[in-house]
């Protein structure tokens, strides 16, 4: 599961944005 990290990180972007 490397991309669960990266899913984190898209939807804090997406959050902040």
Do not use: C, R
């Amino acid at each position: 599961n490397s991309y669960l990290p990266h899913l984190a990180g898209i939807a804090v972007f997406h959050m902040v944005a």
